[in-house]
Structures are given as C-alpha cells and as structure tokens.
Nanobody
C-alpha cells in the first residue's frame, strides 16, 4: 500500500553533514505527518523531526538549529539535512508516515548514520 525507502546514510566525521532522503510510493493521503526517527544501540527510538502536509515542522531539542526537515511533494520525497553532526547523532534513522485520524502508520527500513573520526 505504502512504501518508504530511506537513502543517504553513511560514515561522516564529527562536524560533518549528511542529507537523508525518504522516497514514498503508493497511496497518497491528504492529512498526514512525515517524520524522521532514530534509534541508537540500547536506546529507545526517538523523534528527530517532523513535517505536516501543510509544511509545519517540529524538531527535537537535541537537533534544533542543526537539522532541517523538508519535503518535495512533486517527488514524494522527504529530506533530513543534518549539519554539525556529533557522535551522539549516530543511529539508525527511520522515515515514518502517520496518517492523521487513522491507525495508518508506516515505517521505512532505516539507514545507518555513523559519526566517527
């Protein structure tokens, strides 16, 4: 019904940048939230950033000012630009689609981000 495919992860040095992409295919929903979550080993999955269908954004305190979420509706793609990366940002990053007022909640397979010198 819906597929989310993340790309763009990799190894970066502290202070470096990466841009993650989440390409959505399948059914379209008018009222929804696209989000990026991350999960580091031994930790719970946490919300990093989200963007609504009308473009409103929200960020975790830990990434505010360093990460930017955006979307290209024509391409069906949501991005996460990550700047000034630190070792504590290392995690598997997951793309999420939540359809408002329904139980529909979709996840991508995740992409690994490693921050190390």
């Amino acid at each position: 019904q819906v597929q989310l495919v993340e790309t763009g992860g990799g190894l970066v040095q502290p202070g470096g940048s990466l841009r993650l992409s989440c390409e959505k295919s399948g059914r379209a929903f008018k009222f929804h939230i696209m989000a990026w979550y991350r999960q580091a080993p031994g930790k719970q999955r946490e919300l990093v950033a989200s963007i609504t269908n009308d473009g409103s954004t929200n960020y975790a305190d830990s990434v505010q000012g360093r990460f930017t979420i955006s979307r290209d509706n024509a391409k069906g793609t949501t991005y996460l630009q990550m700047n000034s990366l630190q070792p504590e940002d290392a995690a598997v990053y997951y793309c999420n689609l939540k359809v408002l007022n329904t139980t529909y909640n979709y996840w991508g397979q995740g992409t690994q981000v490693t921050v190390s010198s």
